[in-house]
Each structure stands twice: as structure tokens, then as C-alpha cells.
């Protein structure tokens, strides 16, 4: 939402307030006047007059890029990513992964039952074209199973596909463990 709080008529803070109370958490762009600073305490963003429709464009981006990132979720079968915090959980077993980890189990979780090639992982995870004899990958996939296969040797959920690369899919119950860890 965007307020023009720029009239001397017009208490800024109140009106944010009013407006929290009856349409609930939705971010405010607040414009106001150098001098009338009311209401930046209530706002989200504020925009100082005179400004150009570039530096309002911008904030009205980055109010909507706020709200589309908090608390938003990943869920495939009863793996949940939750991308806001970083952190992954079945049930209620919560896993720790490092920033690779979480933007590789990211990319397997926005592409659920697709066969994704090393190249096309290489490329948007660690943004390299390179294959070569790197085990990088692997190794990163290996820990991820470790983390949320029942049987990493054998796994359910992140196989691999020889010879192109690996697919991945949680099915609602991975044999007989119901979300939580209890069998």
C-alpha cells in the first residue's frame, strides 16, 4: 500500500495504524515531507518528497519482494523448506544445512519428480558451467541424503540417474515413517 502522507491534514503514524487494524500485516510505503516525519515508526518504507518514480518503483519492489519472502514455503511430500527462515523440517525433525546445501535442496524442491542434469545444477547453483573431474555435487548431494534419507545408501527421496544427474521426490509417507520420525 502506498500512503501520500504529505498533506498537513493527514497524520501519517495514525493512519498506519488504522490501516494495520483493518486490513492486517500488509506492507506500507509511506510519503511524506523532510520535515513531517510522522508515522515512520508505523511504515514499512518511506519515500521523502521529492523523489522520482524510479526511487517509488523501487520501494513499492521491495515492499512486495518482503511479503513474497516471509514465511514462504517449499513443500514436497512431508519435506518442508522453509525459505524465510532457511531451514528444512519433516514433521517435526528440523535439519541443518549449510547455504549450498539449502540452495541445492532449494533447486530439487522447486523442480519435484524432474530429472535435473549436473550441468543445469552446476549452473544455477554454483553458477559454473565447469564439469570437469569435480566431485563438488556429489559430495553436496551425499550430505543432503545424510540429512534427510532414512537409508542414505539406499535412497527414497534424491536419486541418482546415471549417466545425466539426479531426481527428486518425496512421497507422502517414505517407507512406513510417518512425518515426525516415528515408525
Known sequence: MVLDATSPKLDG????????QKVGEVPIV?????????GQAEADFHLTTPFT?????????????S????????????????????SVARGEKKYDLTPKQFELLETFMRNPGKVLS??????????????????TLDVHVRWIREK??????????????????????????????QPGGSK
Not at 542414505?152 to 509417507?173: A, K
Request: aromatic letters at 6%; a positive charge.
Open 148 to 177: 534427510i534419507e532414512e537409508d542414505p545408501g539406499s535412497p527414497l527421496c534424491l536419486c541418482t540417474v546415471r549417466g545425466v544427474g539426479y531426481i527428486f521426490d518425496v512421497p507422502e509417507q517414505t517407507s512406513g515413517i
Open 118 to 135: 549436473r550441468k543445469f545444477l552446476m549452473k544455477n547453483v554454483w553458477d559454473t558451467d565447469y564439469l570437469g573431474d569435480t566431485r
Open 30 to 38: 509511506l510519503i511524506h515531507e523532510k520535515e513531517n516525519d510522522s
Open 67 to 86: 511479503r513474497e519472502q516471509s514465511g514462504e514455503t517449499l513443500q514436497v511430500g512431508d519435506l518442508i523448506l522453509n525459505l524465510d527462515k532457511r
Open 13 to 20: 503514524g495514525r493512519t498506519c495504524q488504522a490501516l494495520r
Open 53 to 65: 518514480f524510479r526511487k517509488l518503483a523501487n520501494r513499492i519492489k521491495r515492499a512486495v519482494q
